[in-house]
Every structure is written in structure tokens, then in C-alpha cells.
RNA sequence: GCGGUUGUAGCUCAGCUGGUCAGAGCGUCGGAUUGUGGCUCCGAAGGUCGGUGGUUCGAACCCACCCAACCGUACCA
């Protein structure tokens, strides 16, 4: 039998999860300064409350994780944060303060294959703002992902909010005669060959929407079968009509990093106004789509007003989100840049983000309509992506100060000076723990003890064997110091004998002495 | 699901036209060193060559099927 984690599945190590737990601290610091609070709600749901979402109903554990329990009723890990947040809301309606503002973190599941960076379990961080039908909440909610960007140590001009609008779209849709219901299905196929503009490019998507397209590795993806001259009325939100070239940009002020986006040298930027003028003209008569375009109207002059410029937030028809349930306003947060990775390959990670208006989903539950809007951000990605960037926070932590064993009739002694230096060195709650330990392995043979230390990555030993216990004494050995001596030591012998970073002190100078140490080696770094 | 690539020791990999081809480095463990890390040196353990059939005097190598992983693509609420 091989030991094995199962596929999509990772395990985390210590490193990868302070660094979690430095990114949630911050990024929970930005949603709190909003007046968010945090909610919890379970892993699994009843499957019918992630419910209509389902691709099939039949297949219940087809994309989701599923198991039937003993009263006969499926239930379902979650997928995302949204649906059992919209759970939560309709249970306790009442007792909740509307508009209600909350965030919470957690682990989602999808049952589906996995792919570079893309896993079967990975966290969520999302905010969401209930009860609130204004677009200022949406103007909000992206304004605080682009502040959360920031927060986390991604540049200006490294990261884009991109904001468009369903309705929009589905205006758009309306008036190229895909409205109603009988049309769901090449709806969908419309928005999610726009959706991969970034992937295939404008000839791609043309194609996706005609025909179909043949990719590299001659796999044929059907087409949405549209007619060239419905293809022609929607391709301004899949070409540059949300860019312009950067020397004509006139936000010449702002740092805004130019981009390619095609097969020419120009490098274009956002362009929030041109995107809204195109989406006017695009849309029509529709009433449903300049609806749309007057609330992305509305939403760009809030957040132009609160000096969110193109280089933060902009206008971008060719957003589009492959969930279902927005019904509003959506948005997405992409990195700007390319890394190399560990492998040596050029790594474009794109969307770290996204979220929008969901005004049907709590009602789902309720008699009343419950407008909200919120956002998600996807930890476990962005961490990779910070990662590759080199802004990672990784907190330096210290390795254990280890008491050795000399005699192993002495077990008590060493447990009492571990306690003596463990209470003593972390008495300030506030401070970082200094973890103290004694040795727990064989210690018979004295040398592993120091190896073990060593590789620990410890500051300082705490040695006491006979000779200095009827002397009352004991020795701190100075592993850091002791290992920069070791760079002009090149015979084992002369080493073993220089004891190299090591001094006798008092036993009742022990905490002293490790203090010293620990405070010598914090001042060199 | 579709297409491609790859499966040899814990890890990274070498292995020629089918004929000493069961190998290296790293890691692990032991020793040189029973009270001192690093460096160095010596030694050891560890592999049904992904699996099953077939071709052959002979298969890690050729063929078929299966399995798995990886890459691309599709799906991704």
C-alpha cells in the first residue's frame, strides 16, 4: 500500500500555512475597516440548498462532492461561500441587521478534474453585503477587493478590477432575438465564449460563436451557431473597445501599465468610459441593457469620485463570470503580470477573484426579494501568485531552543529547565512564541541530539551532563555562531574540540545566557 | 470526455540496434567520532523496471490491452 494524497488534493507544511495565516489577517483587516463581520456556517449543505445550481439534479455528485444520508436526503460540500451564505441569511431573516455586511473564510470543494494550481479543495475568502439594492454597495464591494489587492502587497498597475454588467449583456442577448427561456442554453455558450477571450483571443471567441473551434491539440468545440451578423452586433465586448492606446490614454497622471492584447506592438489600457459608450450603443432599444449600462454609468462615477481611477477599477464589457447567478453588476480581479515559476515556464495567472449582484439567490429561500451582492476571493491562487512575486509574507520563525540529554536518569531536571526558559522567554503574550523543547529521540548518542538541533534550525542548546552539574554549571551552545565558525573549520577533529559557539554559565545564569544569545543573534538578523 | 507525452530505488534521472543493464547522484540508516552540528571518508539498506498478456533462445527495451501521472482542450454552478 503507497502512501498517497488523492488527486486535486494537496498537503500544506508549516511555511505554507503561516503565510495563510498572514494573508487572511490582512485581508481580514481590509473587510473589518469596511464594517464586515465574520459568520461561519458548515462545510456540507443540503443539497437542494446549493439546489437549481446544480448542472444535473439526477447526478448529484456530478461537480459536487455528495452523500445521502441516513434519512435518505443528499448533502453536499460546498462549492463556494455564496449559496450557504444565502442559506444562513434566509434561516435567521429576523435576527440580522439589513443591509447585513459579512465575511467569512473557508475551505470549498469541487469534484472535478484538477489542473495546474487548480485544486478539488482550496479557500475562499468572501465578503458579502445583504439587503443593499444600490449599485453603490456593488461600487463598494469593488473598491474594497482593489484596496485588499494593495493590502497584500500587489501594485497598483499589477492588478485590474474589472466591472461589467449581466444586464448588460443579457440586453444585448435580448436584442439579437436569444431572449427568454427557450435560448438559456446558447446564452450560456455566448458568455462563456466571451469568457475565454483571454485564452483564444477575438478570432478564437468569433469562432466559438459561429461554427466552433478547432484548437491545437485538434480537439472541436461546438459553436453557439450564431449568424455573422449577430456575431458582428456583439463583438464590441470581445475586441478593444474597453482599451484604448496608452499615449492617447488621458490619465496621463496615473502610473497605468500599458498591456498588449493583440497580435500588434501597441500597448493599450483601460478604458472605463469608452467601455460604457460602446456597451450604449451596443445595447440599443433594449430596456433591460440600458438599465444595465446606466447602473455601470452610476458605478463608475462612484468610484471615480472616491479616486478610483482606470488603474484600480475600470469599465470591461468583456467580463462575464461563468456563474449562473448573478443577475446584476459582476467583477473580477486579475493580475496583471507574468511569473516564472519553479519550472522555469512563464505562468499568466489572471483572475484571482470575482463576484457580483445575486438578487435571486437568498430570495430563493423567502417569500421577498432580498437584494446582495458581494465577492470572492480564491486564497489558496493568489497565494501561489504572491508566491511567484515575491510577496509572500513569510514570517521568520524561530526554531526551538532544545535542551539535550546527557543522562537519562535526569529526565526530570531537563523537563524543569525546559519549563524554567519556556515560562521565562514568553512571557510577553504579544511577542512571537519562542518554542522551547527537550530532546525526545534516543539520546544515546550525543551527536544526533546536536544534528537534530541543527536541522530544526535552533538557536541555542542547552547542554548539562555530570561534569557540569556537580559544578553547577551549564552550557548554551550558540548554534548560529557556531555554524559561521564551521566555515574556516575543515577538520572534524579541530571542530569537535573548538565546541565552537559554546560557554559555561552559572545555573542560575541559564536564562540569562539564552537570552543574550537570542537577543545577539535577533540584532545580526 | 477528447488529443498528446511519460511510467526504472524515497527523490531526480541514466540505461545504445533486444544479448553482465539492475545503475548514478541526492536522500535515509550505520560507522570513522561511547560528551558535541558542518566538511570529509568508509559501509549498508532500498527496485515485481506501472500491470497483464504476447513476440523471441533471450525483453526495462519490440507489440497489444489495461492502469496511473503529467500537459493541452472541454466542462467548471
Do not use: C, H
Not at 154 to 170: A, E, M, S, T
Not at 195 to 208: C, I, N, R, T
Not at 280 to 295: K, N, T
Amino acid at each position: 500500500m503507497t502512501a498517497r494524497v488523492p488527486r486535486g488534493f494537496v498537503d500544506r507544511d508549516a511555511e505554507t500555512l503561516y503565510a495563510q495565516e498572514a494573508m487572511l489577517a490582512t485581508i481580514r483587516r481590509v473587510y473589518e475597516t469596511y464594517g464586515f463581520e465574520p459568520v461561519e456556517t458548515p462545510v456540507f449543505e443540503y443539497t437542494d440548498a446549493l439546489g437549481k445550481f446544480l448542472p444535473d439534479s439526477d447526478r448529484p455528485n456530478e461537480g459536487v462532492f455528495s452523500i445521502e444520508d441516513d434519512d435518505e436526503q443528499w448533502m453536499s460540500l460546498r462549492y463556494d461561500l455564496t449559496a450557504p451564505l444565502a442559506r444562513y441569511v434566509a434561516e435567521n431573516f429576523e435576527s440580522l441587521p439589513k443591509p447585513y455586511r459579512s465575511y467569512r473564510a473557508g475551505y470549498v470543494f469541487r469534484n472535478e478534474k484538477p489542473g495546474p494550481g487548480r485544486f478539488r479543495q482550496f479557500m475562499q475568502f468572501d465578503a458579502d453585503i445583504v439587503g443593499a439594492p444600490n449599485v453603490s454597495a456593488d461600487a463598494e464591494m469593488a473598491m474594497m477587493m482593489a484596496d485588499t489587492m494593495e493590502a497584500l502587497g500587489i501594485q497598483r498597475g499589477q492588478y485590474v478590477i474589472r466591472v461589467n454588467n449581466r444586464k448588460v449583456l443579457d440586453g444585448v442577448l435580448e436584442a439579437i432575438d436569444l431572449g427568454g427561456e427557450e435560448n438559456a442554453g446558447r446564452r450560456l455558450t455566448v458568455l462563456r465564449a466571451i469568457d475565454k477571450l483571454d485564452k483564444v483571443g477575438a478570432e478564437g471567441v468569433w469562432s466559438l460563436l459561429g461554427k466552433g473551434r478547432l484548437d491545437e491539440s485538434g480537439d472541436f468545440t461546438k459553436g453557439a451557431e450564431l449568424t455573422d451578423a449577430q456575431i458582428e452586433r456583439i463583438s464590441p465586448f470581445f475586441g478593444r473597445a474597453g482599451y484604448v492606446p496608452l499615449e492617447q490614454s488621458s490619465s496621463a497622471v496615473r502610473p497605468l501599465v500599458g498591456r498588449r492584447i493583440d497580435d500588434s506592438d501597441t500597448l493599450w489600457v483601460e478604458d472605463s468610459r469608452g467601455s460604457i459608450e460602446v456597451a450604449r450603443s451596443v445595447v440599443g432599444s433594449s430596456e433591460l441593457g440600458v438599465a444595465g449600462v446606466d447602473e455601470l454609468d452610476n458605478i463608475y462615477r462612484f468610484i471615480e469620485a472616491a479616486g478610483y481611477g482606470p488603474d484600480r477599477i475600470a469599465i470591461n464589457t468583456s467580463v462575464v463570470r461563468g456563474l449562473e447567478y448573478y443577475t446584476g453588476p459582476v467583477f473580477e480581479a486579475e493580475l496583471l503580470f507574468d511569473v516564472t515559476n519553479e519550472k522555469g515556464e512563464v505562468v499568466r495567472f489572471g483572475s484571482v477573484g470575482g463576484g457580483g449582484r445575486y438578487d435571486g439567490l437568498v430570495s430563493r429561500f423567502m417569500s421577498q426579494p432580498v437584494p446582495a451582492t458581494g465577492f470572492s476571493i480564491g486564497v489558496s491562487r493568489l497565494m501561489t501568485a504572491l508566491k511567484n512575486l515575491g510577496r509572500l509574507k513569510t514570517e521568520k520563525r524561530s526554531g526551538p531552543v532544545v535542551v539535550t540529554v546527557m543522562d537519562r536518569d535526569r529526565m526530570a531536571d531537563y523537563q524543569a529547565m525546559a519549563t524554567k526558559l519556556r515560562d521565562a522567554l514568553n512571557a510577553d503574550p504579544l511577542l512571537p512564541p519562542v518554542p522551547v523543547e527537550v530532546f525526545q529521540g534516543n539520546p544515546k548518542q550525543f551527536g544526533k541530539q546536536l544534528q537534530y538541533a541543527d536541522r530544526r534550525d535552533a538557536p541555542v542548546v542547552v547542554i548539562q551532563g555530570g561534569d557540569e552539574k556537580a559544578a553547577g554549571k551549564v552550557q548554551v551552545k550558540d548554534l548560529k555562531l557556531g555554524k559561521e565558525m564551521s566555515a574556516t573549520i575543515t577538520d572534524n577533529a579541530e571542530w569537535r574540540e573548538a565546541r565552537a559557539g559554546q560557554e559555561t554559565v552559572d545555573e542560575s545564569d541559564l536564562v540569562d545566557a539564552v537570552k543574550r544569545i537570542l537577543a545577539r543573534q535577533s540584532r545580526e538578523g
